[in-house]
């Protein structure tokens, strides 16, 4: 029988390399999310039938029963960096995880897989990190197998990062550097994916007790902000001032941005951009790593510049 797998944000940054890895391996596959006209593209990196759309809440329950219904394996990929309206951290990130591994373990799914952060703390001043510590307190509560998986910031063609500070580059002489000596460990969205599908294959093969655990994803290198920015610059050719700003002025400027369209930056992520977000040293003894799951990380050097030599300036 053709393994399911159920995929709620299938049709989000990661979400989508997830479905193309999993449709690749032949796996069917439920994409959910809120607005599924949104997610039809989703269906052409399949077979005809392959991959199905379906409109999903995590807040609404029985939306979501009858996706997971004879599922192999959930995967939940919900996720917001800012809340906006309805959209909180507290409904998504905890609430919202905690409902839906609820409905997998009611319908008896053979694994279920989280997808969290690195930095995710119950005691965090950021109440993004907290909220995703609350969701995995509630995932473990109610489907104690569950795998989860906690990456550093993702980059890729379509990432919100890198992305992001190189169209900042492309009209401001000046970018911001907030925690410049701030450290990060960036991870290829598909080696993100990869490390999904290693551990749903294994959930197939009824070999998911060795995943109850919490890995720390991360990439090859680790940077800090400025390096990561001087790599930016770099990497587009475009000569800019890197300006650090203290956090008290960030603090105070991000009060005023959370309101901006598309909110570039808020008080939430300042907070956040306090501590590092690399792999922990513990996490690489006990290899809940990439390289613990046999994936070899690819260099943020060999991926970026094919996507980011769109912000170069044009030749005269």
Known sequence: MTPIAAIFGAWGFLGRHVTRRLARAGWRIRACGRRPNVGLFLKTMGDPGQIEIFAADLAKRETCLPLVKDA??????????????????????ARGARALARAAAAENAAAFIHISAIGADPESASLYAKSKAEGERGVREVFPNAAILRPSVIFGPEDSFLNRFANMARFSPILPLIGEETRFQPVYADDAALAVLKIAEDAKGGRMERHAKIYELGGSAIYSFRELMTFLLKTIKRDRLLLPLPFPLARLLARFAQYAPGAPLTPDQVEALRSDNIVSSRAKREKRSLEGLGIKPRPLEDVAPHYLRRYRKPPL
């Open 72 to 93: 192999t394996v959930v995967i939940n990929l919900v996720g917001i960096l800012h809340e906006s309206g309805r959209q909180r951290f507290s409904s998504l990130h």
